[in-house]
Nanobody, 113 residues
Framework: VQLQASGGGLVQAGESLRLSCAAS????????MGWYRQAPGEQRKLVAR???????DYAGSVQGRFTITRDNAKNTMYLQMNSLKPEDTGVYYC????????WGQGTLVTVSS
């Protein structure tokens, strides 16, 4: 599975962005998909994940502001990010567990105060 992440950019605090992660093949059988964020000088941290049945899980810092969804018909996963904060800044990487884990190339999100 090849993953292509997109949708990052530079926004001001309080604004929104939607990230997309397009897969090269069907995601209907993918067990878990999600997003990690890597801030400058830090390790990657899980932001959100969605399980095949639709169950979602979020990091506490984004709960209530971010929404993860997947569209199996389009082989694409999304991360809607609202009320962005400067601490949301980082490179966002999408992943898919098939069960082997595949990664997208990352998309940079910069939130200015």
């Amino acid at each position: 599975v090849q993953l292509q992440a997109s949708g990052g950019g530079l926004v001001q605090a309080g604004e929104s962005l939607r990230l997309s992660c397009a897969a090269s093949s069907s995601i209907s059988s993918v067990n878990v998909m999600g997003w990690y964020r890597q801030a400058p000088g830090e390790q990657r941290k899980l932001v959100a994940r969605i399980i095949r049945g639709g169950t979602t899980d979020y990091a506490g810092s984004v709960q209530g502001r971010f929404t993860i969804t997947r569209d199996n018909a389009k082989n694409t996963m999304y991360l809607q990010m609202n009320s962005l904060k400067p601490e949301d800044t980082g490179v966002y990487y999408c992943f898919a567990q098939v069960p082997s884990t595949y990664w997208g190339q990352g998309t940079l999100v910069t939130v200015s105060s």
